[in-house]
């Protein structure tokens, strides 16, 4: 990780602990979703009759100097209140692999326990991805165990563990047939508006032989139980990585 991306990173933590008051109401809810702001997911899901759109908006630097800019916006629906359904699609520019720009993923989250004194949060995410943007092909489906642990009563500290497989059914010569993601990642409520964030993952890739390791941290600022905004800057390690991440992202609740 270069110099510049750790004073990033130091700077995001850095405002968390600034942003640090008085707890109060931790009790409340929130909902963690892939790029808001980090690749992290809980196990919430947001509650029937709900509506929430987010966008995202993403800077890759890769390991040889390319260029990657992904932007994403993504509609969420509660029809029941243990099920999420999303409808999503990336956008990506730059002088890097655009393979996968404008594809349609529809996912459903079910949430399957609440979390015990010493038991996890638990959801399944199952998604299909439609081959609707650059250089695709085949429906692509994923599944996701989701784990979120409350550390305590209020729910302010939360660790959270995601396992990813996806399914590339129609492959290209440079591509393999199967992709996995291992996350780990931890949340804290500081107070009712900002909530810090940190996660490392390590993803292997449906490219051939292409594995990412990421560590990340950011922080969400609650304007009000209906508007959310987030920040998040991380780093790679290892070969294939890309040298840095920074990433922003909104959310807004009907």
């Known amino acids: 990780m270069n110099a510049g991306l750790r004073t990033a990173v130091c700077g995001v933590l850095f405002l968390g602990l600034l942003a640090a008051a008085p707890l109060q109401a931790l009790a409340q809810s929130y909902d963690l979703d892939e790029n808001?702001?980090?690749r992290m997911e809980d196990a919430e899901v947001i509650?029937?009759?709900?509506?929430?759109?987010?966008g995202s908006f993403a800077y890759e630097l890769g390991e040889d100097g390319e260029d990657l800019f992904e932007l994403e916006p993504a509609l969420q629906y509660g029809p029941l209140e243990r099920l999420e359904l999303e409808l999503a699609s990336p956008f990506l520019l730059g002088n890097i692999d655009d393979r996968g720009s404008g594809d349609i993923t529809a996912s459903a989250q079910y949430k399957l326990t609440e979390a015990g004194r010493w038991m996890p949060s638990l959801a399944v995410k199952g998604a299909l991805t439609f081959p609707s943007g650059e250089d695709s092909r085949g429906v692509d489906p994923s599944l996701k165990l989701l784990a979120s642990w409350h550390l305590d009563g209020s729910g302010a500290h939360?660790?959270?563990?995601?396992g990813a497989w996806t399914r590339n059914f129609e492959p290209y010569a440079d591509e393999s047939e199967d992709g996995w993601l291992y996350l780990l990642g931890y949340s804290y409520r500081l107070?009712?508006?900002?909530?810090?964030?940190a996660d490392i993952w390590r993803e292997q890739t449906t490219l051939t032989d292409e594995e990412i390791n990421i560590a990340e941290a950011g922080l969400i600022y609650e304007f009000s139980d209906r508007l959310f905004m987030a920040v998040g800057a991380g780093g790679?390690?290892?070969d294939e990585s890309p040298e840095m991440r920074a990433s922003t992202a909104f959310q807004l609740n009907f």
């Open 36 to 38: 808001f702001p980090l």
């Open 47 to 54: 509650g029937k009759d709900n509506f929430t759109f987010q």
């Open 158 to 162: 939360r660790v959270h563990v995601n």
């Open 191 to 197: 107070n009712q508006n900002w909530i810090m964030l």
């Open 236 to 238: 790679g390690f290892g």
